[in-house]
């Protein structure tokens, strides 16, 4: 995934969107609390958490 998809996904999840998991492709990416300033998702397949800092 290089910056500009990356930056794309950020937005998405930002603005509430549902976003396929980057690492198993089975997957959505669900916020942990409100998705607006939440600095986790966590993929509803394979528990993987993505935080931002």
């Known amino acids: 995934m290089n910056p500009y998809e990356f930056n ?11 976003v396929v998991c980057p690492l ?3 997957g ?8 607006e300033t939440t ?3 966590v993929c509803d397949n394979c528990k993987k958490k993505l ?3």
């Open 39 to 41: 600095h986790c998702f």
């Open 28 to 35: 959505v990416l669900e916020p942990v609390g409100a998705y």
């Open 8 to 18: 794309d996904m950020m937005k998405k999840l930002r603005e509430g969107e549902r």
């Open 51 to 53: 935080n931002i800092n």
């Open 24 to 26: 198993c492709k089975g």
